[in-house]
């Protein structure tokens, strides 16, 4: 025997508002907390690129007393972390999903494996024969206008908006900082850049929270 809870609405806007419902369910069951995949690399930007500027700083001498290892040090442990924690996150969220979708994912993820492997040895090329204040706006601008490119690319492919926006604002912010200089580099990287993806994060889980 059918229980009535079990019964389709009669009432046609009741089922689609039935619909709607278990679409939006499935919806935020699959989609990652926006939180996880910005803040961590706002974070690792804000205080890796911070360091970076305060040591490496426009004027002759450091602004803050520190090793000189310390902001690349830094840096490099905190997007490592970045990236294991947004893999984790992927992975739960994505985990069961196949198809084209999981295909989409995979290649877009080894887009960006690939992508930086290729930064990292053109750029290991080419640093010997420039002065060292340039070596760090090289690494540094190559490496966040890649950032910001694969983030448009990404919005593309899936058609997230809030997502290419957030590539277009990270591609404008690297060319601002280039255009002003090593040291100034850092500190506009470090405060739009960083600032923008906590920003994104932010509107983003808070646009999932408002969604019914």
């Known amino acids: 025997m059918i229980a009535d809870d079990d019964l389709p609405p009669e009432d046609p806007a009741a089922a689609l508002r039935l619909i709607d419902e278990q679409r939006a369910s499935a919806a935020r069951q699959f989609e990652p907390d926006p939180r996880a995949y910005y803040w961590p690399w706002g974070l690792a930007w804000l205080i890796g690129f911070g360091l970076h500027f305060l040591y490496f700083s426009p004027g002759d001498a450091p602004l803050v007393d520190m090793p000189s290892w310390l902001p690349l040090t830094t840096l490099f442990v905190l997007l490592t972390a970045a990236a294991v924690f947004t893999a984790v996150a992927g992975a739960q969220a994505y985990g069961q999903v196949t198809g084209e979708s999981a295909r989409r994912g995979a290649w877009y993820g080894w887009s960006w494996g690939l992508g930086f492997l290729t930064l990292f040895v053109i750029a290991g090329r080419v640093s010997d024969s420039l002065p060292s204040d340039l070596v760090g706006l090289l690494w540094s601008a ?71």
């Open 142 to 212: 190559l490496a966040v206008g890649l950032t910001g490119i694969l983030h448009m690319a990404g919005g593309a492919i899936w058609l997230d908006r809030r997502l290419f926006l957030l590539g277009i604002w990270i591609t404008v912010v690297n060319v601002l900082g280039v255009i002003a200089g090593p040291g100034w580099h850092a500190l506009v990287v470090a405060v739009a850049g960083g600032g923008g993806m906590l920003l994104a994060g932010t509107l983003g889980w808070l646009h999932r929270k408002g969604r019914p």
